[in-house]
């Protein structure tokens, strides 16, 4: 459940008199997603999503965010553009948070992706680093290592309560990742989150990426990493070769990987793997059940951090 602030018609229809977005006609709260309350909008111009900004975004970040998905549209990449206000701001307030306008990309996305689906989001994802690569705003990656260690000194404690001797097998990961994780890798503004829920598919052919709300400057080859893991594992956590081996192709048939880039793929999988267990964990032990945040199981990438372990050559990620 993703609606945590309730909007009543007069104070949206308020806050819509500061658009040229024409009359509301509906609105209504969107289920999905887990950081911010979205509803779905139509007015007499058409469909918007309408966003207020919980706490965990900060707002200071926001310039960022919003002006990238503007960079990014404007570069041709199909990601939703915020609508701007009479004054040319593109956040106001609403129902006392911080709330932004953007338009609405039709498509829905893929709950069984298949090794086509992963080729075109390797495609888009070198797109996009292609194109923000002269965004002027940068934002540092919160979530690197000093942030995963905030994250886990928070969990520690209570980390075998999930499974017994986690704390141990995970403080393993930190020595290791601390000391092989790579200093100079091709760098630029990645999305950081692009698992199956945020990219759109209309069939097969890829229609537009979503929820750069985590989006920040980091090594393009962490993001390709991120992907492979939310998008080639199948649901017994088995590695699909045919499945990497198409996301690859795709990212490469844009902005083909360095040989530097190349050889840390299994650091990086790995690292990645583990900022992803870390959030997880971090909210599964102190979100209180029922409470309407979306808790994920951080078991499924305990499991993808002991798969990426025993890779011995980036072959078997399917890199050619
Ligand atoms: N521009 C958009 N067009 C269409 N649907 C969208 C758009 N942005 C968000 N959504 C819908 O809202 C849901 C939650 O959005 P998301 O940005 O992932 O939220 P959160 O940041 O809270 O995780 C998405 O799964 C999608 O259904
Ligand atoms: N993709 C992350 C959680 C972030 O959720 P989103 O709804 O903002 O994409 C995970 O799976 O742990």
């Known amino acids: 459940m993703a609606v945590y602030t309730d909007v009543s018609e007069s104070e949206l229809e308020a806050f819509l008199a500061e658009y040229s977005v024409g009359r509301l006609l509906s609105y209504k709260g969107i289920a999905e997603g887990s950081e911010n309350s979205n509803f779905l909008l139509h007015t007499t111009s058409g469909a918007y999503i309408l966003t207020l900004y919980e706490k965990r975004v900060d707002k200071s970040d926001l310039p960022f965010f919003l002006g990238l998905m503007e960079?990014?549209?404007?570069?041709?990449?199909?990601?939703?553009?915020?609508?701007?206000?009479?004054?040319?701001?593109?956040?106001?307030?609403?129902?006392?948070?911080?709330?932004?306008?953007?338009?609405?990309?039709?498509?829905?996305?893929m709950r069984r992706p298949t090794a086509a689906h992963c080729r075109e989001v390797g495609k888009a994802l070198?797109?996009?680093?292609?194109?923000?690569?002269?965004?002027?705003?940068?934002?540092?990656?919160?979530?690197?290592?000093?942030?995963?260690?905030?994250?886990?000194?928070g969990s520690h404690a209570r980390a075998d309560e999930v499974e017994p001797g986690l704390a141990a097998e995970v403080d393993a990961d930190?020595?290791?990742?601390?000391?092989?994780?790579?200093?100079?890798?091709?760098?630029?503004?990645?999305?950081?989150?692009?698992?199956?829920?945020?990219?759109?598919?209309?069939?097969?052919?890829?229609?537009?990426?979503?929820?750069?709300?985590?989006?920040?400057?980091?090594?393009y080859a962490y993001d390709v990493a991120t992907c492979l893991n939310a998008w080639c594992f199948e649901?017994?956590?088995?590695?699909?070769?045919?499945?990497?081996?198409?996301?690859?192709?795709?990212?490469?048939?844009?902005?083909p990987l360095t040989s530097a880039e190349k050889e840390a793929l299994p650091i990086l999988?790995?690292?990645?793997?583990l900022r992803f267990m870390l959030t997880r964990l971090y909210d599964w032990l102190t979100?209180?059940?029922?409470?309407?945040?979306?808790?994920?199981?951080?078991?499924?990438?305990i499991r993808r951090l002991r798969f990426h372990r025993r890779i011995k050559s980036p072959s078997e990620y399917g890199l050619r």
């Open 287 to 301: 979100i209180p059940d029922g409470a309407l945040v979306q808790k994920r199981d951080p078991m499924e990438y």
């Open 174 to 219: 930190f020595a290791e990742l601390g000391e092989k994780w790579p200093k100079d890798l091709p760098a630029g503004v990645i999305h950081a989150d692009l698992f199956p829920d945020n990219v759109f598919f209309l069939g097969e052919k890829l229609s537009g990426l979503i929820d750069f709300y985590f989006a920040c400057n980091d090594f």
């Open 71 to 109: 960079h990014l549209a404007r570069k041709g990449i199909s990601c939703p553009l915020p609508v701007h206000r009479s004054d040319g701001s593109v956040t106001g307030t609403l129902a006392g948070r911080t709330a932004a306008l953007i338009t609405f990309l039709e498509g829905m996305w």
């Open 126 to 153: 070198a797109g996009m680093h292609l194109a923000g690569a002269d965004f002027p705003l940068s934002r540092p990656n919160a979530l690197q290592i000093d942030g995963w260690r905030k994250l886990w000194d």
């Open 269 to 273: 999988a790995r690292g990645s793997a």
């Open 235 to 255: 649901k017994d956590f088995s590695f699909n070769l045919t499945k990497g081996t198409a996301l690859l192709a795709g990212y490469q048939s844009v902005r």
